[in-house]
Structure formats: C-alpha cells, structure tokens
T-cell receptor, first 117, second 109 residues
Framework: KAGVTQTPRYLIKTRGQQVTLSCSPI?????VSWYQQTPGQGLQFLFE???????NKGNFPGRFSGRQFSNSRSEMNVSTLELGDSALYLC????????????????FGNGTRLTVT | SQQGEEDPQALSIQEGENATMNCSYK?????LQWYRQNSGRGLVHLIL?????REKHSGRLRVTLDTSKKSSSLLITASRAADTASYFC?????????FGQGTRLTINP
C-alpha cells in the first residue's frame, strides 16, 4: 500500500497570503489528523476528520481550517498567514478516529514545510 | 491533559550502547504508543502497549508500562547510528493522540 502523501513538500508564502495543503491517506483509512510542528512548541494537534466530519479540534485560531472529502483525502487551509505559522505540517491517517485502535495507529506523511516571509 | 512527557529531552550515547527513554502521563489511558521521527520527516509508529500489558518487545525495542505510576519506558538495545532520531510517546486517551516534546537521541560512532 502507498503511504500517506502530502503535497507540496515545500512552500514559501508571504505574510497575509493564504495556503492550502493536501493530504492523501493510506487507502482504506477514514481518519485524517493534522499536526503543526515547530522547534519551540513541538508537535501540536490541529484537527481530525473522520468520514468527512471534524471529530476533534486543537487550540488554534479560526485562520486554520480543514476539510475531508468523500474519498478521505483532506486539505487544510491557513488564511492571513503570519510569520509564526512557519512550521512543518504533518498529516496522519488511521483506520479509526484518533488512532484509537489496537490494530491501526497513526501513519504519518513526510509533511509540508511552510515558510512564511 | 493526555499529553505524554518524555525524559530526558536529549540523550547522546556511543554506538552499541543501550538507550533508555521515559514517558510520564497524567490521566488513565487505554494504551500508549511510541513513535520515532527522523529529522525533517514524519513520525513512524514503533510499538503500542496496551494498558493491561506490562512489557512488550519488538526487535531491539523493549517497552514497559506501569499504569500505577503512569509511566512508560522505551529501551533500545545495541544502538546503531540509524537510531539517531527523536522519540515520542503518545498516551492514547479519549479520541486523539497528544504528543510530547520528544527525546532527541544521538548515537555517536
């Protein structure tokens, strides 16, 4: 099976712009979670989608949003970019919501490195 | 909070030595997972230990879980240069996994 695919791999944007990141989960996985990773804050949970519904949301401003399509692919959008949004954005998929399964933990993509200038 | 806290934050050892990392958490869990992250890459699942298990092995990895102390440890035996990475524990509670800051492990040749 193909792994979790995130596109693009690298992205450079300017403050005030918006950006959309894409994630294709492992075939058959219905849950997609998004994380932001920065050196200072570590790995922070953004949100999780399961069968097109947002199941959990982290403590991020409304500028961060996401959605999941019927084929389980997911996108996250960040509007009005700020310098502090520079980070590695990781997507992870699992069979069950929140990686809550003895048989299916989270499978991560290699992330999208976003730089905001 | 369900977040795990890894200790130490950084660990540097010689190749061939054993590496031990610890994880503490605050609430009841169903199971606990360990992940590895190589620089600039995504996390890779290493091992899952259930709340009713005390020890689990996978190759050179040994994980213990003490639910009474709300702690877990990850032991990597006979370390190799390729083990250089960050290691995260993730206690599995209600609905989502929350990761700590991780332990940065460096294996010196």
């Amino acid at each position: 099976k193909a792994g979790v695919t995130q596109t693009p791999r690298y992205l450079i944007k300017t403050r005030g712009q918006q950006v959309t990141l894409s994630c294709s989960p492992i075939s058959g996985h219905r849950s997609v979670s998004w994380y932001q990773q920065t050196p200072g804050q570590g790995l922070q949970f953004l949100f999780e989608y399961f069968s097109e519904t947002q199941r959990n949301k982290g403590n991020f401003p409304g500028r961060f949003s996401g959605r999941q399509f019927s084929n389980s692919r997911s996108e996250m959008n960040v509007s009005t970019l700020e310098l502090g949004d520079s980070a590695l954005y990781l997507c992870a998929s699992s069979l069950e919501a929140g990686g809550f399964s003895y048989n299916s933990p989270l499978h991560f993509g290699n992330g999208t490195r976003l730089t905001v200038t | 909070s369900q977040q795990g806290e890894e200790d130490p934050q950084a660990l540097s050892i010689q190749e061939g030595e054993n590496a031990t990392m610890n994880c503490s958490y605050k609430t009841s869990i169903n199971n606990l997972q360990w992940y590895r992250q190589n620089s600039g890459r995504g996390l890779v699942h290493l091992i899952l230990i259930r709340s009713n298990e005390r020890e689990k092995h996978s190759g050179r990895l040994r994980v213990t879980l003490d639910t009474s102390k709300k702690s877990s440890s990850l032991l990597i035996t006979a370390s190799r240069a390729a083990d250089t990475a960050s290691y995260f524990c993730a206690p599995e509670g209600a609905q989502k996994l929350v990761f700590g800051q991780g332990t940065r492990l460096t294996i010196n040749p």
